[in-house]
């Protein structure tokens, strides 16, 4: 059965397991928040959406591919979002925000169920908060071709599986060096980086924590 509003909202309630389990596999453990904020500058903030939303009785999240660019995420898959802009009154209105500019969804019936752990994201300086969502239903999109290459709606079941977690060889970190890391394959996508972080926490708040096969 579906989640409810209700349900993701309990579930988010409790303390959340944060990253440990999971950025002990990533090859990249992330600063803690404090450690993160006491640089100079100090990072930005920018907030991402995730949208739980059910399509004829099943759960789905929406994530997206970025663009191939000059930049430290290009060709990513990630959750919709961005950087706070100073007219957003709160980061969810960032996260929103951003939904609305990137997927060209009708925002009005998402309903704001809870957050997860922030994370500190090095290359692009940024602190990101993921903002969970809920939708009867996803609607009409338009995605910005500025801003994304492809959009993925995904069952949530197969984001929950443990069979997804495989790992392999990246280019990680400020300096670019290569470890070995985590991450989730996705439909044949890789998923890794902060997005890997917060699915990882998402599924263990769901009841579906991290099993490494190896």
Known sequence: MPFSASQLRAAL?????????FADLSGYPRPSI????????????????ILIHPVNGIDHTLLMRRPIYQGVHSGQ???PGGKRENTDATLK?????????????????????????????????????????WAPALGRLRPDPREVAELLDVPLPEIL??????RKVFRMGVDGSERVGAYWNVRGETVWGATALMIAELRTVLGHPVRPAW
């Open 13 to 21: 309630r409790s303390p959340l397991p944060g990253h440990d389990a």
């Open 34 to 49: 404090g450690a993160a904020l006491s640089l100079s500058p100090p990072p930005r903030e920018s907030a991402v959406l």
């Open 77 to 79: 898959i990630a959750f």
């Open 93 to 133: 209105h960032t996260a929103l925000r951003e939904f609305r500019e990137e997927t060209g969804a009708d925002t009005a019936s998402f309903e704001i169920v809870g957050e997860l752990t922030r994370i500190h994201i090095p290359p692009s300086h940024t602190l990101v908060t993921p903002v969970v969502a």
């Open 161 to 166: 599986r443990d069979d997804i977690l495989l």
